[in-house]
């Protein structure tokens, strides 16, 4: 039978389905209009909690505010503690013969701020027209609200949005009197911001409270083109700091020039050696443990909005280093130069042939790849290069003994590998299919984003399946001044939060 014949098949069996759903969504979208003046209150009190990790006062206020919010949504409620940790709030809310579990994750400590470059005061909410930039002006926060306007202040987008929406979807079942089709788990991390040091320990110390059948991680910006987006998987990270080395004192450029060798023209030379000028990485066995794409996986990307014109143009790019579009780009490793260190430029510069250059160096990871693994890649390949790798200062001898030395230093804590979920995954196809059938904006799949976030440790400890979940909308100006969540935003991530729950 064929996908046309088959097709008025398949409607007729998903009507009730999704009768029942446009319901929920039209009860839920009601209960929001009508709350709208409440829900923006919560969020702007929950907003002028200041939220810095560092700061253990306000992030247990936070903490323990936040605690109350879920209690009120009919979650049980619990603070999760470990000796030199943040708390984590963990919430649960089970529903009569439900079979699955869903693991909601959301961190609610935010970057510190610079009140300085702030147009107001980041621990007091502020609704404007627009972002500053664009000319936004302050209204006061009273409803009737435009779906445009913003609220200002420390985490509104990163990520305090998704605890507001989460509680208010919940609120607004219990309203409507329907009863989620999942038992819901939360798991609220306070110290995401400062590196998530204790993360592995929590989730080993209480592994028994955080079992689930998957984790939403609600966290991050959505798409450019404001499309719902789900994505599958994050890169991982790594790094490594790198030094060659001349003569042992600088050396003047005209009694030593074409005579001493010059360790900016080693370092650049080494480096050129090692990445091309499109990305690609040229170190040998860098590439040998990448999961390829799958072609369901490339479809998805083919079918999502190409956005690099406007990405470029909006960045002052004459054109991106490749040609790929950029979710093919970010789904591959990248070896990214992030500083280098040596002599001197403009009027400090010397006519002097310097004793050593330093370079820093940035990987970004895919699915598969290991940290060992690319550190002894990369230490083959500045051996096969003609030189001599060490880990420290090179000492008189070594200097004397060795043409080429380069030290390399390797992070200690700091580099972990990616993670990415199958797109076949029983729960990631349930909720890709709600979330595409939510509104008229079909969903785009995003195998993985650029950016680097901990996934990879909740899948070691706990063996469960990971989504990404974003709601905040793309310009909320995450971690910089004048952080923002479009009002939007937040009425659709209630409206996806309460679908999810209802469709599982
Ligand atoms: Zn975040």
Known sequence: MSVRTLLPVLLFLLCPVI???AQTTSQVNEWRQTHEQQIVDRFAKLISIPNVAADTTNIRRNAEHISQLLEAAGMRSELLELEGSNPVIFAERNSPGAEQTLMIYVHYDGQPVNPDNWASNPWQAVMRTDMVEKGGQTVPMRAPFDPDWRIFGRSTGDDKAPIIALQSALLALAASGIEPSVNLKVFMEGEEEAGSANLRR?????????????WLFCDGPAHQSRRWQLVYGVRGTYGFNLTVYGADRPLHSGHYGNW??????LLTELISSMRAGDGEVLVDGFYDQVRSLTAEEKAAIAASPRMDKLLASDMGLGSPETNDR???AIARPAFNLRGINAGNVGARARNVIPPSAEASIGLRLVADQTPDHLRSVIEQHVTAQGYHVIHD??????????NRLARIDWPSYGGYPAYRAPFDHPLALQISSILDKLSDRTLIQTPTM?????????EDVLQVPILILPVANH??????????LRLQNLWDAIEIYAAVLTGL
Request: glycine share 8%; no cysteine.
């Open 326 to 328: 950029i979710e093919l």
């Open 450 to 458: 650029g950016g680097s976030l901990p996934l990879y440790v909740v």
């Open 19 to 21: 009768a029942g759903q």
């Open 393 to 402: 200062e090179p000492s008189a001898d070594q200097r004397r003994q060795h």
């Open 260 to 265: 001493a060798p010059n360790p900016i023209m």
């Open 475 to 484: 310009d909320n100006n995450q971690h910089g001044a004048n952080e923002n």
């Open 202 to 214: 929590m989730l080993e110390t209480h592994k028994d409270k955080l079992t689930a059948d998957m």
